[in-house]
């Protein structure tokens, strides 16, 4: 498959669901009259999208040089950081969290932000420590003191669920560059019990999502009032939908429907038909999103593209399992969908990352050359060896 097929793919995949966003968003919200106006939302959303194209096609064009720079590193990660504080300790609450930095009609999202930041400082670490990955001090211990540090911030903002695919990138991106994945595994595994005792069961609302997502059906706990809405709302969409702009779940039935729950809304209105096309093209952006990382030579470019497609696909997939019930309900968006400003803007800057890694990409592979992960290796070595036992 070449590079250009690989590219038609990504991109293909990423302005299909941007346009679909845009056609949700536009039934969930433009009967509101918000702000004086039917499209306030809308508006918004093409406003962000537009800025994310840019940024997209501005990297894409560049290439990913500058993010090795050691000096835009650290500027990404301290400013980072200052949102996070900031956030927390200046800015009201919504909802009873510090997720957001109001800058007159401007909302900016730090965690959004956060995931970026991860993604690039991870992958300019693990490039300059090279082969001392391996060894448990560099390529486990350090990157997850680090990380202990964006969590405890992004934590302060009640935002669990970023904490979650915050951990679930770094884990991903430390295994494909060669670290000590077992000896990772048992110290992440170690902490969950204390992660789990303090972020979860000492706070109510989160402890009622749990029982929630355990007994859906029960009558004494609001907290499954969302999951309840999520089903009546999918389960009336059948296999092709209500119709369009027809669905009845927005209409004061289900919260967080043009954001967290725009899925639910999807399978109403376009059923089961449009309920799995959506998951379609996260299915596709993720392969060919890891198709583009094994077919670089360089590092830091590969752990850029692995960090780009497991963060916006385990995401989508993420949120799609919470609507439909496999998993406790988190406040995480649909990539490319739901409707906001930093997720959208953050998601299409990793379609630029990945589209300048695929632009510096070879035409032309040996099978050698493309068996740039540890799988990869381990394949070609398997058949090194049956090969020279044959001869």
């Known amino acids: 498959m070449t590079i250009t097929i690989l590219r038609s793919m990504l991109w293909t995949s990423v302005l299909a669901l941007c346009g679909l966003g845009l056609v949700m968003i536009a039934s969930t919200t433009t009967g509101r009259g918000i702000d004086g106006t039917n499209y306030s939302y809308l508006i918004r959303q093409f406003v962000a999208l537009a800025a994310g194209l840019g940024m997209a096609a501005l990297i894409s064009r560049s290439g990913t040089e500058h993010l090795r720079k050691p000096l835009l590193v650290a500027a990404a990660?301290?400013?980072?950081?200052?949102?996070?504080?900031?956030?927390?300790?200046?800015?009201?609450?919504?909802n009873g969290a510090w997720r957001w930095i109001q800058l007159g009609p401007v909302s900016i999202q730090p965690a959004e932000f956060a995931k970026l930041t991860l993604i690039v400082s991870v992958a300019w670490y693990l490039m300059r420590v090279e082969e001392r990955v391996r060894v448990n001090w560099y390529g486990v211990l350090l990157p997850m003191a680090a990380f202990a540090v964006l969590?405890?911030?992004?934590?302060?903002?009640?935002?669990?669920?970023?904490?979650?695919?915050?951990?679930?990138?770094?884990?991903?991106?430390?295994?494909?560059?060669?670290?000590?994945?077992?000896?990772?595994?048992?110290?992440?595994?170690?902490?969950?019990p204390m992660v789990l005792?303090?972020?979860?069961?000492?706070?109510a609302y989160r402890r009622e999502r749990i029982l929630a997502f355990l007994d859906p059906m029960n009558p004494e706990n609001d907290a499954a009032y969302h999951l309840k809405q999520s089903f009546i709302a999918i389960g009336s969409g059948g296999v092709n939908g209500v119709g369009l702009g027809q669905g009845m779940s927005k209409n004061s039935y289900l919260p967080e429907n043009h954001t967290d729950f725009i899925y639910a809304v999807v399978c109403e209105e376009l059923g089961l038909i449009g309920g799995l096309a959506v998951a379609a093209g996260y299915l596709l952006f993720t392969w060919t999103g890891m198709l583009i990382a094994g077919r670089t030579r360089d590092r830091h470019q590969r752990l850029l593209a692995v960090g780009c497609t497991v963060l916006i696909g385990v995401q989508g997939f993420w949120n799609m399992l919470v609507v439909t019930g496999a998993l406790p309900t988190?406040?995480?968006t649909l990539p490319f969908i739901s409707y906001g400003g930093s997720s959208l803007v953050v998601c299409l800057t990793c379609l630029g990352v990945l589209d300048a890694v695929a632009r510096s990409c070879p035409r032309d592979l040996s099978v050698e050359a493309r068996a740039t992960s540890r799988i990869g290796a381990a394949v070609v070595r398997s058949s090194r060896n049956k090969t020279e036992a044959a001869l």
Do not use: H
């Open 197 to 203: 005792y303090v972020a979860v069961f000492q706070t």
């Open 330 to 332: 988190k406040g995480l």
């Open 151 to 192: 969590a405890v911030l992004v934590y302060r903002t009640k935002d669990l669920g970023s904490i979650v695919v915050l951990a679930i990138v770094l884990w991903t991106m430390l295994f494909y560059a060669g670290a000590n994945w077992f000896y990772s595994l048992v110290v992440g595994l170690a902490c969950v």
């Open 77 to 94: 990660a301290l400013g980072t950081l200052a949102m996070l504080v900031v956030a927390r300790e200046f800015m009201r609450p919504i």
